[in-house]
């Protein structure tokens, strides 16, 4: 008989199961209740992520300078404890891997799919990464944890951008610089000649809380893109 393994949070006293080892924050029948539909197109895209997002990268620069032009902006030194929202497969791991000098990176990511590549990424780069499932819009971690928090690529499709950007600053530690990148409206437009409509795209930046530091909001990827900075207050 199958052992049914969980995770009791001592904070909140849930207890969460885990499954391939990684905690379940949520549920399939959470991330795909809205719709059969993104199920399925979700699956479809996870089967064929990397030539995918290799393909997507290319009118950006090409997948490796369109990744550095995001990660060059991340504050990370010797004893930084990074965390990535929407971490996918960890790709972004391989171009950080000289700097985390073998200390663990974090990563969530809503579908089991995407972590279980990334959890066999991580041991094929020699990077311990640390995974969880769970949204972007609540994340599983205490307030002040990281002293690195970014996303790269998911958030013009989440449903509550205002609740995933709070989380991200709410687990930043005071001083810590958060960066997030996704498409432009000008890649948008692009990718509509494949998917068959498009949703206008406006970068999350008036969404920042006004109390933050250094907010700015840049254009990268030859215009595909956009990058929006700014630092948690001390
Ligand atoms: C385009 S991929 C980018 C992955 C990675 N950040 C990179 O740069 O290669 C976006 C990832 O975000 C995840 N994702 C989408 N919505 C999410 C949400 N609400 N919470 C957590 N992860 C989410 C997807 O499952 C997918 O793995």
């Given at each position: 008989m199958k052992q049914r393994v969980t995770w009791n949070c001592l904070d909140c006293d849930v207890e969460y199961p885990v499954s391939e080892g990684f905690i379940q924050f949520i549920s399939d029948e959470e991330v795909f209740r809205s719709s059969?539909?993104?199920?399925?197109?979700?699956?479809?895209?996870?089967?064929?992520y990397s030539p995918l997002t290799r393909m997507m990268f290319i009118p950006c620069g090409g997948e490796k300078n369109a990744r550095q032009e995001v990660l060059e902006n991340l504050e990370i030194t010797l004893d930084s404890l990074v965390l990535e929202t929407g971490i996918g497969i960890g790709d972004n791991i391989s171009y950080l891997n000289g700097i985390l000098h073998g200390r663990p990176y974090y990563g969530l990511d809503n579908q089991q799919i995407m972590l279980r590549e990334c959890n066999k990424n991580s041991h094929k780069w020699n990077q311990p990464v640390l995974l969880y499932r769970a949204n972007a819009e609540a994340l599983p971690f205490k307030d002040n944890s990281f002293d690195v928090v970014f996303h790269l690529g998911a958030i013009n499709l989440f449903k509550d951008k205002k609740s995933a950007i709070d989380e991200m600053i709410r687990v930043a530690r005071p001083g810590t610089r958060i960066v997030i990148a996704d498409e432009s409206e000008k890649a948008s437009k692009l990718f509509a000649i494949f998917v068959g409509h498009h949703d206008p795209v406006v970068p999350p930046v008036d969404l920042i809380p006004s109390e933050m530091l250094e907010i700015s909001l840049k254009s990268i990827w030859n215009d595909y893109g956009y990058l929006i900075k700014f630092r948690k207050p001390w």
């Open positions: 059969k539909r993104e199920a399925v197109m979700r699956a479809i895209y996870a089967r064929f």
